[in-house]
């Protein structure tokens, strides 16, 4: 017994140095100090052995459990040295080599657009201003000439908040902001900014959407003058080539009121799928600010005249790079906001 307890201590020591992972050691445990292992199987002989000879082989093989069990452990450290090692050969770092290099962010389209205006009108002397986009219903309505149960109220479908507040369906109301501030001074300014409308989503609409209004305000102004800013503003946006009409239309807040039309940037008036055969696109609605609305803003309509324009980047960008459908300027598709 005490031969085989030699023969295990030296097939045990000569496996153990042959282990080069957890998985082996695991199972090389399990062979020697495992509870159906080799020396719990020569423990469970001991009745064979003469009883004057069991107390020593006893001692023999606990002291040979004890050496097996620190050379085990010794063996464990070993290995997780070696692969930690490795880990870090692997994992290492060239810091000699260059870096990857970071993806740039990049403004949204809309953002864009909307600073080319704001650029655009700045240059012909147009201060910018920001405006509430929580309105009152006087300053959203009642000051623009529209006052309660105008049916002109019926072309803004609107978002009304708790106290009788609510979502400015337009950057109009910055009109009236705008004279209040300055009067009596002359007045030009441009007002970037959200509207909201409680709208359903299609192709051509959003529920919420980007708006530049434009307002000047002083003595003898004219349609000759609105005529020529929004001349001046399609040619540095759209292209010198550009051929601008005005067309009669309605505000409540400007009389005489006009649709500006561009001639179309795909066909040059030809007709095309873009301007739907006609020619010409819609870039914008302007006319003269109604004497209520002057009056509203603390100027004298009898001595002050002014024009004010209105105009949505998306819906400027849309011309510009012929997209047919608002919806992809807030999808957060990355697929089309990377093209521009």
Not at 166 to 172: K, V
Not at 185 to 200: D, M
Not at 229 to 248: D, H, Y
């Amino acid at each position: 017994m005490n031969r085989e307890l030699e023969n295990t201590r030296h097939a045990a020591t000569e496996e153990l140095a042959e282990v080069r992972d957890l998985t082996a050691l695991d199972q090389w445990k399990v062979k020697y100090l495992g509870r159906k292992g080799k020396l719990s199987s020569l423990m469970n002989r001991l009745s064979e052995i003469p009883p004057g000879e069991r107390p020593a082989f006893g001692r023999e093989a606990n002291s040979l459990k004890q050496d097996l069990t620190a050379a085990c452990q010794v063996r464990l450290e070993e290995i997780r040295e070696a692969l930690e090692a490795e880990k870090l050969v692997r994992e290492r770092v060239d810091t000699t080599l260059p870096g990857r290099p970071l993806t740039g962010g990049n403004l949204h389209l809309a953002t864009k657009t909307l600073e080319k205006i704001i650029d655009i009108f700045t240059r012909m002397g147009f201060q910018v201003l920001e405006s509430p986009e929580v309105e009152t219903d006087d300053f959203n309505f009642t000051f623009l000439n529209m006052p309660q149960d105008h049916p002109a109220r019926e072309m803004w479908d609107t978002f009304y908040l708790e106290g009788g507040n609510l979502l400015r369906t337009h950057t109009s109301p910055g009109q009236i902001h705008a004279m209040r501030r300055f009067h009596p001074n002359p007045v030009r300014v441009i007002l970037p900014g959200k509207c909201y409308r409680y709208e359903a989503v299609t192709a051509r609409s959003e529920f919420m959407f980007h708006q530049v209004e434009g307002l000047a305000i002083g003595e003898s102004i004219t349609m000759a003058d609105l005529k020529g800013v929004l001349i001046s503003f399609a040619r540095q946006m759209f292209g010198e080539e550009r051929q601008v009409r005005l067309r009669g239309s309605y505000f409540p807040f400007t009389e005489p009121s006009v649709e500006v039309d561009m001639d179309c940037i795909l066909c040059r008036g030809e007709g095309c799928r873009l301007c739907k055969e006609t020619g010409w696109l819609e870039v914008a609605g302007a006319g003269m600010v109604h004497p209520a609305v002057l009056a509203s803003g603390n100027y004298d309509p009898g001595k002050y005249t002014g024009f004010a324009f209105g105009m949505g980047s998306e819906r400027t960008a849309m011309l510009i790079h012929q997209i047919d459908d608002i919806r992809y300027f807030f999808g957060n598709d990355l697929r089309f906001l990377r093209q521009f």
